[in-house]
């Protein structure tokens, strides 16, 4: 199973700039050994069960929550039996596909 998980988190209370707060989140990511990337809205990553997945959007929480009294998140599940390696695989299927339109 692969499960694709798009997701943004951060502090609302904590004025213009929550980098600070984000890059903690980031980090977990990052040290967790799931597949995973950072781009401007949020952050990818690929899990083989829900559990997992759930499990690290819970840690995120757990990382903010004793710095703010309100935390916003968007969350975008992609959840797919029998399959694996699905974050660089989609990209490169859309990759490969505008290289054929393009010639």
Do not use: C
Request: charged content about 25%; hydrophobic content about 35%.
């Amino acid at each position: 199973m692969s499960v694709l998980v798009n997701f943004a988190m951060f502090p609302t209370d904590k004025g213009d700039s929550v980098s600070e707060y984000v890059s903690k989140i980031i980090a977990l990511v990052k040290n967790s050994n799931y597949p995973w990337k950072l781009n401007p809205m949020g952050t990818v990553f690929e899990t083989e069960t829900l559990h997992e997945a759930m499990d690290l959007l819970e840690k995120s929480y757990q990382i903010l929550e004793p710095y703010s009294e309100r935390v916003y998140a968007t969350i975008n599940l992609d959840i797919r039996k029998g399959k694996s390696g699905r974050l660089e695989q989609k990209i490169k299927s859309v990759e490969d596909k505008i290289g054929k339109v393009n010639t």
